[in-house]
């Protein structure tokens, strides 16, 4: 392989999604019949890295995935898309990570995984993708993969001029020492009090989004240039360190039809722009269009808009406001 050049590297994980679609969602010991059974690529790193691709920017995916046929669905879809997989590991003592989703009628869901080889991926394997990680444009890690691999990747980061991404989701305990090498991170409203309340601050008894206001500073504090909350279909807050200033910037408003991959949306578009040289703002205001796109169609990484649409849809949106 020639070496790859303005690339959005995203490490992590790769899942296939098994998906009910229903009424409702069954309360404890209920079952719930009626619903319609679809099976879709997923997992966070997997979506993101297709959401990246499909906003055009070149982009390489590393993650372990599975000796099995749902791996090599995975692989085989993510070569399809355009995406190098030439650096994904294959594990043949692991299967390849499962989630089972539920889905109402709102487009809201519900989801159990088991992570399966993506909780394989070793510091040490890590450490052979060295020059991959230090000449990328910009990387994503989440948090589906193994705290101690994540930890090496930030360092090896580091080392390079990266804009470094982190997504805290599914948010687990973590180390400042990851935090202090991030530029951006990108919870959702729970995921940034919950890490709020983990790293030791106490708890504000202010208005919610003073809260998140002050909670991003706290953030920002240990290191991190810009902390950016996503809060579904209301939008997000951008807190900016260098400044002090933060931003609101909303979303144009849809009937959402699935919500899964739409933070994953958000975030492979966002590394994506960033990749290209695009500004902060101008880059969450056009991923929040894309975003607004992908909770309407079902599925994680066959909801991905692709850049044309993106920019058709943003002209109809006032990114301004």
Same mark, same amino acid.
């Given at each position: 392989?020639?070496?790859?050049?303005?690339?959005?590297l995203?490490?992590?994980?790769?899942?296939?999604?098994?998906?009910?679609?229903?009424?409702?969602?069954?309360?404890?010991?209920?079952?719930?019949?009626?619903?319609?059974?679809?099976?879709?690529l997923?997992?966070?790193?997997?979506?993101?890295?297709?959401?990246? /691709? &499909?906003?055009?920017?070149?982009? +390489?995916?590393?993650?372990?995935?599975?000796?099995?046929?749902?791996?090599?669905? $995975?692989?085989? &879809?993510?070569?399809?898309?355009?995406?190098?997989?030439?650096?994904?590991?294959r @594990?043949?003592?692991?299967?390849?990570? =499962?989630?089972?989703?539920?889905?109402?009628?709102n #487009?809201?869901? $519900?989801?159990?995984?088991?992570?399966?080889?993506?909780?394989? *991926?070793?510091?040490?394997?890590? &450490?052979?993708?060295?020059?991959?990680?230090?000449?990328?444009?910009?990387?994503?890690?989440? $948090?589906?993969?193994?705290?101690?691999?994540?930890?090496?990747?930030?360092?090896?980061?580091?080392?390079?001029? =990266?804009?470094? +991404?982190?997504?805290?989701?599914?948010?687990?305990?973590?180390?400042?020492?990851?935090?202090?090498? =991030?530029?951006?991170?990108?919870?959702?409203?729970?995921?940034?009090?919950?890490?709020?309340?983990?790293?030791?601050?106490? @708890? *504000?008894?202010?208005?919610?989004?003073?809260?998140?206001?002050?909670?991003?500073?706290?953030?920002?504090?240990?290191?991190?240039?810009? =902390?950016?909350?996503?809060? #579904?279909?209301?939008?997000?807050?951008?807190?900016?360190k260098?400044?002090?200033?933060?931003?609101?910037?909303?979303?144009?408003?849809? +009937?959402?039809? @699935?919500t899964?991959?739409?933070?994953?949306?958000?975030i492979?578009?966002?590394?994506?722009?960033?990749?290209?040289?695009?500004?902060?703002?101008?880059? /969450?205001?056009?991923?929040?269009?894309?975003?607004?796109?992908?909770?309407? &169609?079902? #599925?994680?990484?066959?909801? $991905?808009?692709?850049?044309?649409?993106?920019?058709?849809k943003?002209k109809?949106?006032?990114?301004?406001?």
């Amino acid at each position: 392989m020639s070496e790859e050049t303005d690339y959005v590297l995203i490490i992590g994980s790769s899942n296939m999604d098994l998906n009910i679609y229903s009424k409702r969602f069954p309360n404890p010991g209920e079952t719930v019949t009626g619903g319609t059974f679809k099976q879709f690529l997923g997992g966070k790193g997997a979506n993101q890295a297709v959401a990246s /691709v &499909r906003s055009g920017s070149k982009t +390489i995916f590393i993650g372990k995935i599975g000796q099995d046929s749902f791996g090599d669905q $995975m692989v085989s &879809r993510l070569a399809d898309e355009g995406i190098n997989t030439n650096h994904i590991i294959r @594990d043949s003592q692991e299967p390849s990570g =499962v989630a089972f989703i539920l889905i109402d009628e709102n #487009g809201e869901n $519900m989801i159990s995984v088991a992570p399966g080889a993506n909780h394989n *991926l070793k510091p040490e394997e890590i &450490r052979t993708k060295t020059k991959i990680i230090k000449n990328a444009n910009s990387i994503v890690v989440q $948090m589906e993969i193994p705290i101690e691999t994540i930890q090496e990747i930030f360092k090896i980061a580091s080392e390079g001029n =990266v804009i470094k +991404i982190l997504n805290p989701a599914p948010l687990k305990p973590l180390p400042i020492d990851i935090l202090s090498k =991030v530029d951006i991170i990108i919870p959702n409203e729970g995921e940034l009090f919950r890490l709020h309340s983990l790293l030791g601050f106490n @708890d *504000l008894l202010v208005e919610e989004k003073q809260k998140i206001v002050q909670v991003s500073k706290d953030l920002a504090n240990l290191g991190i240039k810009y =902390v950016i909350t996503t809060l #579904g279909n209301k939008g997000c807050i951008i807190f900016e360190k260098k400044t002090n200033k933060f931003y609101e910037i909303g979303t144009p408003k849809v +009937i959402a039809v @699935d919500t899964v991959g739409a933070g994953d949306c958000f975030i492979g578009v966002l590394a994506s722009m960033l990749s290209k040289g695009e500004t902060i703002l101008n880059a /969450v205001r056009f991923t929040t269009v894309a975003a607004s796109i992908a909770v309407t &169609r079902k #599925g994680a990484q066959e909801s $991905m808009p692709f850049l044309n649409e993106i920019k058709k849809k943003s002209k109809q949106f006032d990114l301004n406001k």
